[in-house]
Every structure is written in C-alpha cells, then in structure tokens.
C-alpha cells in the first residue's frame, strides 16, 4: 500500500510534465498532500484570525463606535444644557423687562403724584392770595367809601357854611350825605 | 510551445521526496502548498499588520480590513442573527482564505488553490460536520426535525427522504460550484491564450487577428475578478445560511 503510493506518485510526475496525465483535479494521488496543506494553513489562519486580527479589529471598531455615540451623547448634553442656559437668559430677561417696567410705572406715578401735589400746592395758595387780595380790596374798598363819606360830609358842612354861613351838626351832614347816596 | 490548458491545475511535488508519510500517504510540498503558504502568510500579515495601528481614524490599509470585518459579520448577523456570531472567525477565516485563493489565482503563472476539488470538498465537508454537530449539540435529537416538514403524515413519506437527500446534496453543490467556477474560467483563460499564441506563431495577417483573442482575455480577466470576489462571498454566506438552520431549525423566519 505504501509502496503503491510512492510508487504511483512518482511515476506519475513524468507523466504529467507532458501534459496528457488526463484530469489533474481528480488525480486522487495528490488528495493526501492537498488535504494536508489545507488543515495546516487553513488552521494557521484560523488561529492568526481567531487571536489576533479578529481581537483587534473588533476592539477597534467597538472602540470607535463607544467614542462616537459618546461624543453625540456629549454633544446632546451640550445642547441641553445651551439651550436650558438661553431659556434661562429669555426668563431672566423678561424678568428684568418687567422689573424695569414696574420700576418706571412706579417713579412715573410718584412723579406725576408729586406734580399733582405741587399743582394742588400752588392752587391752594393762588387762591389763598386770591381771598386775601379780595379781602384787602373789600376793606380798601369800605374804607375808601368810609373816607368818601367823610369828605363828603366835611364838604357838606364846608359848602352849608360858606352858602348860609351856618354851622351844620356833623351829624346833620352825615345824615344828609347818607340821603344823597342812596344808601 | 503550446501548453495544455488543464497544465495549470496539476498538483506538482517541488520537493522530490515525500516529507513524511500519513497514514500511508505520502505527503509532499507541492506548488499547491506553496501557493496555500503564500496566500495564508499574506492574509495574516495583511490582517494583522493593517490592524497593528488600531487607529480611531483608520489608515487605507486598516480601512480595508474593517470593512472586510463589518462586511462578515453583518453577512452573518443578517443570515444565521446574533448566536451566528459565535462562529465569526471561523466564517471570517472561510472567506478570507477563499478570497485571497481566488483572487491570487488572477496572477499569471500562479495556482489557483480553488480550482482542486479536493480542497473545496474538504472544505465543504468540514463545513457540513460543523452544521451537523452544531444542530445535535443545540437541540439533541431535535434537530432532525430538519428533515421533517409541515406536512400531511403521508407526504413525509416522500418529503423526509427528498430533504435528507437535498441536505447531503449541498456537500456536491457547494465545493463543485467553486471549484467549477475556477476551474472553467482559468481554463477558458488558458485556451483564448493559447489562440493567442498559435495565431502570433502563424504569421502574415494571422499575427494581426491574434488581438482578438487578447482583448477576450482582458474581458474574462475581469470577469474573473468578479467571479473571484462573488464565489468567495457566495461560499460564506452558504456556509451562514447552513449554520443558521443549524441553530435555528426552520423557525428563523
């Protein structure tokens, strides 16, 4: 058996080398060999793909791929966290708005308060000075009629003296004058 | 000197004597072994080397590898769903190997590994053992429910034997259609040049018609190519699909 199949193997290479040993796939001689070499470098991939490439490769791909979707959840709590920071700043700033507009109403009525005392102030006094200035009129104006009637009444009694050259009571004139205006 | 087209797929000893006996058998280093050699040793130092950066930003190289990965395993995840992904590095070493046989093969004056049915069958039927013993260690004799399809009681009559049978066909289809694959377009790629050759040799206005022949090996070249990278990605995704009834019986719908 062994001998048959050294023998056939090496008889069959001449054979061969002239180009006519029939169908060289199916040359079951050269099964032992073929099938050998396959286990021993198929094995030898194997184990290189199984250990070392595959290891590698998947370390690298996983590696990457934990980077990216952590750098997204990175970037997502970016965002977030931007986008809490401009809602926080648009209610800060409408707060701020709405204090300055409250600040505004406020100094605006104290203002337009004052004004309105101020304007009651003045008109208070205008009036004040009007009611003295009436009453000062009022006396000027009584003692003015006062003193008319009196010189009326001392020209009464000048006139009477000179025209007759009697002498009239002043209280006659006064009685007489009081007549003569009506009053 | 015309060469024999089928020249190429023969499996020739490049030391003379045997490197030792299995079983009888002698074993020796052929230009298939090398070419399994070259093409083992340039996949794990891509796949290592391209990877030795372990780069956040991947380089070109390191590029390739992890779309090559993600490719696998999502072909993986979408056939046989997330329990398939225990057998990643196998299914990944699969392809791999596949690939970088077929697509060395491309190279002038090389051996393409793919094309000896002896390789793809053993693949194959490494394969099958795996689903075989994968489907037993995960639902006992559950698993030959497989061969056993919703049916009438005298339907299974027909069915059980059409499905053990369609089952173990696969063991055919699967290493034939690569090395078929492989096989006929190297064979079509020796045969236009050897056209190539016999009508340059003739002379006169035959050597002017030789470009015929050229520009179709150009053309299957790049057929090739893409049968290269379609058979290789084919072979695993059968292999998932073939470990996804395993693991999931028919229930995976």
């Given at each position: 058996?062994?001998?048959?199949?050294?023998?056939?193997?090496?008889?069959?290479?001449?054979?061969?080398?002239?180009?006519?040993?029939?169908?060289?796939?199916?040359?079951?001689?050269?099964?032992?060999?073929?099938?050998?070499?396959?286990?021993?470098?198929f094995?030898?991939?194997?184990?290189?793909?199984?250990?070392?490439?595959?290891?590698?490769?998947?370390?690298?791909?996983?590696?990457?791929?934990?980077?990216?979707?952590?750098?997204?959840?990175?970037?997502?709590k970016h965002r977030g966290d931007a986008e809490a920071a401009s809602a926080a700043y648009q209610t800060a700033l409408a707060g701020a708005?709405?204090?300055?507009?409250?600040?505004?109403?406020?100094?605006?009525?104290?203002?337009?308060?004052?004004?309105?005392?101020?304007?009651?102030?003045?008109?208070?006094?205008?009036?004040?000075?009007?009611?003295?200035?009436?009453?000062?009129?009022?006396?000027?104006r009584t003692e003015a009629r006062t003193s008319m009637t009196a010189a009326a009444q001392d020209a009464a009694i000048e006139i009477v003296n000179r025209l007759t050259g009697e002498t009239v009571s002043a209280s006659d004139a006064a009685a007489a004058v009081k007549a003569a205006s009506g009053s | 000197m015309a060469m024999h087209p089928m020249e190429q797929f023969e499996v020739k000893p490049l030391i003379e004597h045997p490197l030792f006996q299995i079983g009888g058998?002698?074993?020796?280093?052929?230009?298939?072994?090398?070419?399994?050699?070259i093409v083992v040793a340039v996949a794990s130092l891509f796949f290592t080397l391209a990877m030795s950066g372990k780069r956040m930003v991947p380089s070109r190289t390191q590029s390739m590898a992890e779309v090559s990965y993600e490719f696998v395993a999502n072909m993986?995840?979408?056939?046989?769903?997330?329990?398939?992904?225990?057998?990643?590095?196998?299914?990944?070493t699969t392809f791999v190997f596949v690939l970088f046989c077929n697509v060395f093969g491309m190279v002038p004056w090389?051996?393409?590994?793919?094309?000896?049915?002896?390789?793809?069958?053993?693949?194959?039927?490494?394969?099958?053992?795996?689903?075989?013993?994968?489907?037993?260690?995960?639902?006992?004799?559950?698993?030959?429910?497989?061969?056993?399809?919703?049916?009438?009681?005298y339907l299974l009559i027909l069915l059980v034997p059409i499905e053990i049978i369609s089952f173990f066909t696969r063991l055919v289809s699967?290493?034939?259609?690569?090395?078929?694959?492989?096989?006929?377009?190297?064979?079509?790629?020796?045969?236009?040049?050897?056209?190539?050759?016999?009508?340059?040799?003739?002379?006169?206005?035959?050597?002017?018609?030789?470009?015929?022949?050229?520009?179709?090996?150009?053309?299957i070249m790049l057929l090739e190519l893409l049968v290269a990278g379609l058979q290789a990605y084919v072979f695993a995704i059968l292999t998932c699909i073939y470990l996804n009834e395993a693991l999931h019986l028919h229930d995976h719908h």
């Open positions: 058996m062994i001998d048959a199949g050294s023998m056939n193997a090496t008889t069959e290479q001449p054979a061969s080398h002239e180009g006519s040993g029939g169908f060289p796939p199916f040359d079951t001689s050269t099964f032992p060999s073929q099938i050998f070499w396959l286990v021993v470098t094995a030898f991939l194997f184990v290189v793909m199984w250990r070392v490439a595959g290891p590698r490769m998947n370390g690298v791909i996983t590696t990457r791929r934990n980077k990216i979707n952590g750098d997204i959840a990175e970037a997502q708005r709405a204090r300055a507009n409250a600040h505004a109403e406020e100094t605006r009525k104290r203002i337009g308060s004052e004004i309105d005392k101020a304007r009651a102030d003045a008109d208070a006094k205008a009036h004040e000075a009007t009611v003295a200035a009436e009453a000062r009129i009022q006396a000027m | 058998h002698d074993i020796y280093f052929t230009n298939q072994s090398l070419f399994m050699v993986i995840h979408s056939a046989a769903g997330d329990d398939g992904l225990k057998f990643f590095p196998f299914i990944f090389s051996f393409t590994v793919t094309s000896q049915i002896a390789i793809t069958f053993a693949m194959t039927a490494f394969i099958i053992s795996m689903v075989i013993v994968v489907g037993f260690a995960k639902h006992g004799l559950g698993f030959l429910k497989l061969f056993v399809p919703e049916a009438p009681i699967l290493s034939v259609r690569l090395f078929a694959n492989m096989l006929a377009g190297h064979t079509m790629l020796a045969v236009f040049a050897g056209f190539v050759v016999m009508l340059g040799a003739a002379g006169g206005i035959l050597s002017i018609l030789s470009v015929g022949p050229m520009l179709m090996i150009i053309a």
